[in-house]
């Protein structure tokens, strides 16, 4: 079994900087790309951005210059720095990472989110 949680969602001001986590656990042989994506009420999942295996990212428009995110593979972890929050980068953010477990058994997995609130 594979868990992901992440931790590091809360309350900041417009302009301010936040540090999302998402460590994976469980029976892992690999893991491959790791994503982050978030989601509001008015609107549907989307995607932050994406790290490979290798440290190659790809970013969503609206957070490039902003976000950074970085992997640590001795710790199964992904991060999402972001900067220079804005009121509308609000939303639930969740990660999702495409694991091979010990069985070669490769899938999907999702946490089960973190809020992030920009707001004075």
């Known amino acids: 079994q594979v868990q992901l949680v992440e931790s590091g969602g809360g309350l900041v001001q417009p302009g301010g900087s936040l540090t999302l986590s998402c460590a994976a656990s469980?029976?892992?042989?690999?893991?491959?790309?790791m994503d982050w994506y978030r989601q509001t009420p008015r609107k549907e999942r989307e995607l932050v951005g994406t790290?490979?295996?290798?440290?190659?990212?790809n970013y969503a428009d609206s957070v490039k210059g902003r976000f950074t995110i970085a992997r640590d593979n001795a710790k199964n972890t992904v991060y999402l720095q972001m900067n220079s929050l804005k009121p509308e980068d609000t939303a639930i953010y969740y990660c999702?990472?495409?694991?091979?477990?010990?069985?070669?058994?490769?899938?999907?997995?999702w946490g089960q989110g973190t809020q992030v609130t920009v707001s004075s």
């Open positions: 790290i490979s295996s290798g440290g190659s990212t």
């Open positions: 469980g029976s892992i042989f690999s893991i491959n790309a």
């Open positions: 999702n990472a495409d694991i091979t477990g010990r069985n070669r058994l490769r899938r999907n997995y």
